[in-house]
Every structure is written in C-alpha cells, then in structure tokens.
T-cell receptor, first 113, second 107 residues
Framework: NAGVTQTPKFQVLKTGQSMTLQCAQD?????MYWYRQDPGMGLRLIYYSASEGTTDKGEVPNGYNVSRLNKREFSLRLESAAPSQTSVYFC????????????FGPGTRLTVL | LAKTTQPISMDSYEGQEVNITCSHNNIATNDYITWYQQFPSQGPRFIIQ???TKVTNEVASLFIPADRKSSTLSLPRVSLSDTAVYYCLVGGGKLIFGQGTELSVKP
C-alpha cells in the first residue's frame, strides 16, 4: 500500500517548456488535490477533483491544467512554464471532500529557469 | 472559508506539554477543525480533527470551546522529533493552509 505517489521528484525546466506532473493513489479515494508550496509559506490549492470525472479550480489555478484520468490518477500540466511556478508541488487524496483528512504525496520540487 | 490565526512560532523543551491555539472567529456551523503536521521536505500529515468539545488520539488532543471560535492542539511530552510546522484548518474540501506555527523543540 504505497499511499500517494508522485513523479518526478525533481524537475528543472526552461521558461516556456511544458510538463506534466503525475499523481496516483491506491487508497480508493474519491477526491484528489494539487497544491503548491512556496518557501516559508503554507500550501495553496491549485485544482481539486471531488470525484472521477470532475475538476474544479482552487486558489491559484492560472497557468495550470489538470486531468482526472481515472479514480486513481490525477495529473497537473504546466503548458508554458514561468519562473513564478518554481515551487514544491504536492498531490493529496481524501475519501471525500467533505472531511479534511487528506493524505499527501512526497512532493515534486520544480525549478523554472 | 473561515480564516485562521495562529502563532508564527513557538519554542519548547523535550518532555513538556505544548499547546498551540488557533482562532477562527468566522467558523461556519458545518465546519470541522483539522490540524496537520509538516516536516521539512515532506507533505503535511493529518494529526487530528474535531467538531466540538474534546478529541483525543494517540498523538494529540484537540480542545474546542462551546463557541468554536478557537481551538487548541495539545501535544503531550514533546520530543525533538515533534519539531515541525503545525497547521490549523477550518472547513471542508478546499483546505486553506495559513503560514502555520513553527514549533521548535529543544533538548
């Protein structure tokens, strides 16, 4: 039982490049989330998916797109990376959105030059 | 979504009990109160959740007064490994993480 896994762990991009961050959970959770965390700050919600087939914007969705591929997988895409998107990205899942017990992955550290 | 306010940092010594208070004056009737712990370079980890009065698990206790406008996370007999950032969150689904409280436990 791996919980929430994220790939890659580290990534360096040049401005304007695109990439997809992958997230998968094996807990049969309905809801999944993408956050970013900048140095010295709390996490900010980018997008979330309450259930398979649905996605909604969080606090800071601009510059990102998401896909809920199936119940297990939720990907985050940067179409044209900018230095302001340098951050640590965390994926999380929960049984449902009503309650707050979310399980987090190990994070992806992204640097955009 | 209710905004939360908690101390930026706290210091403690091993073996002491640590209480971190969070204020959430605009909490809604249906909102739960949840606390997370985050170590450097790791994702947050759920500690405890409650709605009213007192909740206790193997890690911590959560005290919530009748008006629910604040809550206190209590960590009994902390150790060096409890050094982390602690976040108080209110609501459901779209979690709003503030800056959290950076707890430093000294020997």
């Amino acid at each position: 039982n791996a919980g929430v896994t994220q790939t890659p762990k580290f990534q360096v991009l040049k401005t304007g490049q695109s990439m997809t961050l992958q997230c998968a959970q094996d807990m049969n959770h309905n809801s999944m989330y993408w956050y970013r965390q900048d140095p010295g700050m709390g996490l900010r919600l980018i997008y979330y998916s309450a259930s398979e087939g649905t996605t909604d914007k969080g606090e800071v969705p601009n510059g990102y797109n998401v896909s809920r591929l199936n119940k297990r997988e939720f990907s985050l895409r940067l179409e044209s990376a900018a230095p302001s998107q340098t951050s640590v990205y965390f994926c999380a899942s929960s049984e449902r959105t009503l309650y707050n017990e979310q399980f987090f992955g190990p994070g992806t550290r992204l640097t955009v030059l | 979504l209710a905004k939360t306010t908690q101390p930026i940092s706290m210091d403690s010594y091993e073996g002491q009990e640590v209480n971190i208070t969070c204020s959430h004056n605009n909490i809604a009737t249906n909102d739960y109160i949840t606390w997370y712990q985050q170590f450097p370079s790791q994702g947050p980890r759920f500690i405890i959740q409650g709605y009213k009065t007192k909740v206790t698990n193997e890690v911590a206790s959560l005290f919530i007064p009748a008006d629910r406008k604040s809550s206190t996370l209590s960590l009994p007999r902390v150790s060096l490994s409890d050094t982390a950032v602690y976040y108080c969150l209110v609501g459901g689904g779209k979690l709003i993480f503030g800056q959290g409280t950076e707890l430093s436990v000294k020997p």
